[in-house]
């Protein structure tokens, strides 16, 4: 499903996302989610750059800290942060549909996360002075274009590496999340999703069952 979707009614905001503690760039392609159900409507939590600072701020303990205390010090987001994060988002959806279907990724969409993960590139400095301290330097001045890199990178490792395996697409009706499998009896991005899978079979079940 594309990411082309409305602003909900009831304004959602990143606080009231329906599934977190996924790895940052899943958490990135699960700000797009179905309100409903089967008969919902897909939202998305971010449609303006204030969005995109609460998610950031929401997500700080995941960037790296030095990138944290940059964001801090940093003025709003703009138009053009949230139009390439939105860029990624697209990107990283397809590729995640991709990787869990046994696809092959799209040569578009593998440029967009590679571009954007050379603006993690980084190295550290001495600072002037007897202390010896060392601070980060990045090639990057805007630190949003910064933390576009951080999650682009993030998901370069996160496609090619050791949990790409246990990368699981939602599969309850109505839902377009994506989780890795934490464990083996995880089956659902959330115990909602489960809830709503045994309702409707239990649903079926009944009206299966021969009238005695």
Known sequence: MSDSTHQDQDGPT?????????????????????????????????????????????????????????????????????????????????????????????????????????????WRELVPGPAFDAVPRWLESDPRRVALGEIAAAAVSLFSGADADRIRACAAPGCILYFVKSHARRAWCTVGCGNRVRVARHSRRARNRPAE
């Not at 053009?80 to 969409?109: I, K, N, Q, Y």
């Open 14 to 122: 990143v606080d009231q996302l329906p599934l977190a503690g996924e790895p940052l760039p899943l958490e990135l392609v699960n700000t797009t989610y179905i309100k409903g159900g089967v008969r919902g409507h897909q939202v998305d939590a971010l449609t303006a750059p204030d969005d995109l600072d609460a998610w950031l701020a929401a997500h700080r303990s995941q960037l790296s800290p030095a990138l944290a205390r940059a964001l801090d010090r940093s003025g709003p987001a703009e138009a053009a942060h949230l139009e390439a994060f939105v860029a990624l988002r697209h990107a990283l959806r397809r590729l995640a549909a991709a990787r869990t279907s046994d696809g092959s990724p799209a040569p578009e969409d593998t440029a967009v996360v590679n571009a954007a993960a050379r603006l993690a590139a980084r």
